[in-house]
């Protein structure tokens, strides 16, 4: 099974804050993602990438970077963060072949 | 974009009876609908997935339909154990090898025993 390791676990910043979500997946992959799970929402696609250096715009994007510097690494980046980006974050990852591989996510509260 | 409903948002339901959730998506073009199953404090995983050229699909206890014509889906979970109870995610995608799923709302499940 597809390694995807996120990281922080949890993070506390206040408005205003700079913050970077950090996902690792270990399997070659090309294909990464960021989610944001809300309820009554469910998952949302905030960015995604099909390799080094590849960026797309999810559904949700407003008040996020996102950049992947290796095949490997995909990293979302909050430069102002508000409280409405309070959310649990999940990672994933997949071959193409439509199957998504998810991380543990990282739970952000913004203050 | 693709939008998709998911109903209901909570179930409950005895042990040893079905559960049912329903799906709907807005774009024809739709061709890939995937189930997540999400435990409580895990990841979600998927656990069964349907293409547009089938309308059944069975996996043990889970059963997923879809109706192309009316832009429904859905998962049947017959002989409802505890280790059920969790978050269900819906998700349709347009395939095309960039993997772009919208998901539902999701619908958490408790199976009371």
């Known amino acids: 099974e597809a390694a995807v390791t996120q990281s922080p676990r949890n993070k506390v910043t206040v408005t205003g804050g700079n913050v970077t979500l950090s996902c690792r997946q270990t399997n070659s992959h090309n294909y990464m993602y960021w989610y944001r799970q809300d309820t009554g929402h469910g998952l949302r696609l905030i960015h995604y990438?099909?390799?080094?250096?590849?960026?797309q715009i999810g559904d949700v994007p407003d008040g996020y970077k996102a950049t992947r510097t290796t095949q490997e690494d995909f990293f979302l980046l909050l430069e102002l963060a508000s409280p409405s980006q309070t959310s649990l974050y999940f990672c994933?990852?997949?071959?193409?072949?439509?199957?998504?591989?998810f991380g543990s996510g990282t739970r952000l509260t913004v203050l | 974009g693709e939008q998709v409903e998911q109903l209901p948002s909570i179930l409950r339901v005895q042990e040893g009876s079905s559960a049912s959730i329903n799906c709907s998506y807005e774009?024809?073009?739709?061709?890939?609908f995937p189930w997540y199953k999400q435990e409580p404090g895990e990841n979600p995983k998927l656990i069964i997935d349907?293409?547009?050229?089938?309308e059944r699909k069975q996996i043990q206890e889970l059963i997923v339909l879809l109706d192309k014509k009316a832009k429904r889906f859905s998962l049947h979970i017959t002989d409802t154990q505890p280790g059920d109870s969790a978050m269900y995610f819906c998700?349709?995608?347009?395939?095309?090898?960039?993997?772009?799923?919208?998901f539902g709302q999701g619908t958490v499940l408790s199976v009371i025993p």
């Open positions: 349907i293409r547009s050229n089938m």
């Open positions: 998700a349709a995608s347009a395939g095309g090898g960039n993997n772009k799923l919208t």
């Open positions: 994933a990852s997949s071959d193409g072949e439509e199957t998504l591989y």
């Open positions: 774009d024809s073009a739709s061709n890939y």
């Open positions: 990438s099909y390799g080094a250096g590849n960026l």
